[in-house]
């Protein structure tokens, strides 16, 4: 796309108007705070359109309602719900929930293609690095695990980037891989397979929250309070408490590596997996 000339992006995008306005929407819910999802939001000519505040003064008139930011802390599916709020639509309790759905057949593809063994699934990475533990910690934890004697699956995103991590993870160490060669279904299917999860905070987390799953979340510049599990009893953070997070950072002084990550010890991991009660 960058080879893409400005004339040509310029038909794209006026296409791309074209088409949203001819959808008649009603009802338009932007839950970024960006410009152009302002705009979309504008364009489309819906009746009512509902957001958070963007940052110019001018973009505000793009949205009929505008639901205020918290100030605290508070988990981003409350703050998303607020936009519901804003307009008269308060969800019950039971409407709060989570939920990610996995085709039979999906599942039994990722039954046959992990095992029939009990294994514990590690979803080590994150698009952003400075999110993730370090590589021989994680290393040293399958070795533990290993030990024993429980199976060991690893998993990650697309990214090539994160695909690569995984292979310096796996190297020479007796795990089986599904390096960034799963979709989206298949990863909830190994998830709700698994024993139990350890995962940094990423996508593997909240599909771990939406099926009800044990998972071991780690988290470090990111908040537990804004990101961690969502209404899963079987769900245990392990963080440091260092008065210094949540910074949401990419990584101390901008150096994308984590000292509230680096300092995690593996210890702490093997502890919150008895109290999974493995």
Request: aromatic share 8%.
């Amino acid at each position: 796309w960058k080879k893409e000339s400005f004339f040509s992006r310029m038909r794209r995008e006026l296409s791309l108007i074209h088409e949203i306005r001819m959808n008649g929407y009603d009802l338009v819910v932007n839950l970024t705070e960006g410009d152009r999802g302002a705009l979309i939001a504008w364009v489309s000519g819906a009746q009512t359109r509902v957001g958070f505040p963007p940052k110019g003064r001018w973009q505000k008139k793009l949205y009929t309602h505008l639901a205020k930011s918290s100030p605290g802390l508070r988990h981003t599916v409350e703050r998303n719900l607020d936009v519901l709020r804003r307009i008269g639509i308060f969800p019950k309790e039971e409407d709060r929930e989570l939920f990610f759905g996995i085709e039979e057949s999906v599942i039994a593809e990722m039954q046959k293609r992990v095992g029939a063994e009990p294994f514990i699934l590690i979803h080590p990475t994150s698009r952003w690095r400075f999110k993730c533990w370090e590589v021989s910690k994680i290393r040293e934890l399958i070795r533990v695990l290993v030990d024993q004697g429980r199976k060991v699956v690893l998993s990650c995103g697309p990214d090539p980037i994160e695909g690569e991590m995984v292979e310096v993870i796996a190297k020479e160490l007796d795990v089986q891989c599904f390096s960034g060669t799963i979709t989206l279904k298949q990863l909830g299917a190994l998830i709700f397979l698994s024993e139990v999860l350890i995962s940094v905070d990423s996508v593997a987390l909240h599909i771990a929250s939406a099926l009800k799953k044990r998972v071991v979340a780690l988290f470090g510049p990111t908040s537990e309070v804004t990101w961690g599990p969502w209404r899963n009893p079987h769900a245990k953070v392990v963080t440091r408490g260092l008065s210094c997070r949540p910074c949401y950072q990419d990584g101390c002084g901008g150096s994308k590596r984590s000292d509230c990550l680096d300092t995690l010890p593996v210890r702490s991991v093997l502890d919150a997996l008895e109290w999974n009660e493995l």
